[in-house]
């Protein structure tokens, strides 16, 4: 029986792999900026506006139902939503290329409970152009885009970015 030696491209690959797999989870950025109005159609027809949200602070996820790193931090970011709604939290989640129809159908499938709704001109003014998914912002109570995640969002750094923002809007 001859015994198998890998080559040099398959470590390769399989290092590739692995850092992909494994890399870390995101880049956070201080953004501290207004964000222009916005709207967007929710997956179940309801029109859904920047101002509608004022008071709340806000994660607006951008995503795809291909890209893996999404489906793997959506479980995590319904149940920080989930935990910190009463709060006065709230997730809308913007897909930057599937139609109303596949985002509803996906997130019931999932059985995730927080606003999804297709991309379009006046979110890219809002938030620019996101072409690399996952990409997160979390807006403040006053409208204010606070950070923005560049990667894959985790418990532990939802609450660390979010918390002292629900903080501040309970103070007077």
Not at 3 to 29: D, N
């Amino acid at each position: 029986m001859k015994k198998w030696t890998p080559s040099p491209l398959t470590l390769i690959l399989l290092g590739l792999i692995a850092w992909l797999w494994f890399r870390p989870p995101a880049e956070v950025s201080e953004e501290n900026r207004p964000a222009s109005a916005w709207a967007v159609t929710l997956s179940d027809g309801r029109v859904l506006s920047s101002d509608s949200l004022r008071g709340k602070v806000v994660l607006v996820n951008f995503w795809a139902t291909w890209c893996p790193y999404c489906r793997k931090e959506k479980p995590v970011i319904d149940a920080f939503w989930q935990d910190y709604r009463d709060r006065g939290f709230e997730v809308i989640s913007i897909s930057i290329d599937d139609p109303a129809e596949k985002i509803a159908a996906w997130m019931q499938d999932k059985d995730y409970a927080f606003m999804a709704a297709p991309t379009n001109a006046s979110v890219t003014a809002a938030f620019g152009n996101v072409a690399s998914v996952p990409t997160s912002f979390i807006v403040d109570t006053e409208g204010r885009i606070r950070h923005k995640i560049a990667g894959q969002v985790h418990y532990p750094r939802l609450k660390k970015l979010v918390a002292p923002l629900l903080a501040e809007a309970k103070q007077p």
